[in-house]
T-cell receptor, first 115, second 111 residues
Framework: GAVVSQHPSRVICKSGTSVKIECRSL??????MFWYRQFPKQSLMLMAT?????????EQGVEKDKFLINHASLTLSTLTVTSAHPEDSSFYIC???????????FGQGTRLTVV | QKEVEQNSGPLSVPEGAIASLNCTYS??????FFWYRQYSGKSPELIMF????GDKEDGRFTAQLNKASQYVSLLIRDSQPSDSATYLC???????????FGQGTILTVHP
């Protein structure tokens, strides 16, 4: 099956700094990728839809200036958490579809801890 | 009203038993559904995709879809401790890849 690789898998950063998370589709081109966030014991919540070559579409309540998304190529989307605070500590997961395939391929996820 | 409702958990079954996970949905326009499994601290992985009324079997897993009753279920036969995870039911939706997840059902299979 298709592979989506997410990096890093874990990151600890200091409050006020920025963190970049990468999501790569390794064996297919993805014009659209999705970013989710999951707090402990809660469900995955869609944060935004990342569109290659255009602006991301953010879900209601997600601050676009805080969570910067760049989808500069057909195989790479990045999520930058700017001025991170402890409440941003969460599990961030990306996904991508290959063409119009029914299956969403998920990255391994990134555990962000802000101290 | 939530788009999908899953049976409240956690669900605990003994090893070798059948685990039954249920999901009801409110949107009659939903035509197909995914079942994902998520281990603690990991990303979801696809278990089944069902789009036709009736049953779909894949190994120990059987998904059932009843569009008239707006009900979708997942049966796991011969449950194993390795099946212990959170199971997520989600409609495919109109946008490819854009998924909406509920709380899921936590399944524990005890030896």
């Amino acid at each position: 099956g298709a592979v989506v690789s997410q990096h890093p898998s874990r990151v600890i950063c200091k409050s006020g700094t920025s963190v970049k998370i990468e999501c790569r589709s390794l064996d297919f081109q993805a014009t659209t990728m999705f970013w989710y966030r999951q707090f402990p014991k809660q469900s995955l919540m869609l944060m935004a839809t990342s569109n290659e070559g255009s602006k991301a579409t953010y879900e209601q309540g997600v601050e676009k200036d805080k969570f910067l998304i760049n989808h500069a190529s057909l195989t790479l989307s990045t999520l930058t958490v700017t001025s991170a605070h402890p409440e941003d500590s969460s599990f961030y997961i990306c996904s991508a579809n290959r063409g119009r395939s029914t299956e969403a391929f998920f990255g391994q996820g990134t555990r962000l801890t802000v101290v | 009203q939530k788009e999908v409702e899953q049976n409240s958990g956690p669900l605990s079954v003994p090893e070798g038993a059948i685990a039954s996970l249920n999901c009801t949905y409110s949107d009659r326009g939903s035509q197909s559904f995914f079942w994902y499994r998520q281990y603690s601290g990991k990303s979801p992985e696809l278990i089944m995709f069902i789009y036709s009324n009736g049953d779909k079997e894949d190994g120990r897993f059987t998904a059932q879809l009843n569009k008239a009753s707006q009900y979708v279920s997942l049966l796991i036969r011969d449950s194993q401790p390795s099946d212990s995870a959170t199971y997520l039911c989600t409609p495919r939706g109109t946008s490819y890849g854009k998924l909406t997840f509920g709380q899921g059902t936590i399944l524990t299979v005890h030896p």
